[in-house]
Antibody, heavy 127, light 109 residues
Framework: EVQLVESGGGLVQPGGSLRLSCAASGFTFSSYAMSWVRQAPGKGLEWVSAISGSGGSTYYADSVKGRFTISRDNSKNTLYLQMNSLRAEDTAVYYC????????????????????WGKGTTVTVSS | DIQLTQSPSFLSASVGDRVTITCRASQGISSYLAWYQQKPGKAPKLLIYAASTLQSGVPSRFSGSGSGTEFTLTISSLQPEDFATYYCQQLNSYPFGITFGPGTKVDIK
């Protein structure tokens, strides 16, 4: 069974840092792009960042560029999101999501449709 | 940046109704659009990708259409388990970007 389990969320003060992890199982992790998507309380979905299967290409929303860093360890089947200089507006549930298609098998945009999601981890930025 | 709008933002419907949700992009995005369903307290679920391709395991009462700037998600006969919020999502390759629409909440009439 394909499964994603996020961890690392918690309460942090403004300006602080946090690292989220997403443990993947049930599929060949290195073959798939991965994304982070967040949802502030009572709000809609916001894409945060994405990374190619190899980790060689990374992408960020303007709202987090320069503050967040996405990475992956394909030997550990784990995706990460390092979040620095956190702000109150970063408060949200953070989901990791698996890309739909294996790298190299379909047009590029198929890699970043999100077909499996974790349950999410909650990040609260408050003093 | 490409912006997405959805209409309506809220929809009240009955079981058995045909429901249509529209997603409009601020510029042409070919068919690079997906639809997701989200229930309260749960992660989103992929319904449709590449504008009209039904994701494996999704009931055939869901369908998607459109290209360019206007897209629709149709539920042919609303079922009790379909009451949820629906989001469209676009992918832009150059420069890379992913945007979600603001969502459409489908509620019980």
């Amino acid at each position: 069974e394909v499964q994603l389990v996020e961890s690392g969320g918690g309460l942090v003060q403004p300006g602080g840092s946090l690292r989220l992890s997403c443990a993947a199982s049930g599929f060949t992790f290195s073959s798939y792009a991965m994304s982070w998507v967040r949802q502030a309380p009572g709000k809609g979905l916001e894409w945060v960042s994405a990374i190619s299967g190899s980790g060689g290409s990374t992408y960020y929303a303007d709202s987090v560029k320069g503050r967040f860093t996405i990475s992956r360890d394909n030997s550990k089947n784990t995706l990460y999101l390092q979040m620095n200089s956190l702000r109150a507006e970063d408060t949200a549930v953070y989901y990791c999501a698996k890309g739909l298609s294996k790298s190299g098998t379909t047009p590029t945009h198929y890699y970043y449709y999100m077909d499996v999601w974790g349950k999410g981890t909650t990040v609260t930025v408050s003093s | 940046d490409i912006q997405l709008t959805q209409s309506p933002s809220f929809l009240s419907a009955s079981v058995g109704d045909r429901v249509t949700i529209t997603c409009r992009a601020s510029q042409g995005i070919s068919s690079y659009l997906a639809w997701y369903q989200q229930k309260p307290g749960k992660a989103p679920k992929l319904l449709i990708y590449a504008a009209s391709t039904l994701q494996s395991g999704v009931p055939s009462r869901f369908s998607g259409s459109g290209s360019g700037t206007e897209f629709t998600l149709t539920i042919s006969s609303l079922q009790p388990e379909d009451f949820a919020t629906y989001y469209c999502q676009q992918l832009n390759s150059y420069p890379f970007g992913i945007t979600f629409g603001p969502g459409t909440k489908v509620d019980i009439k």
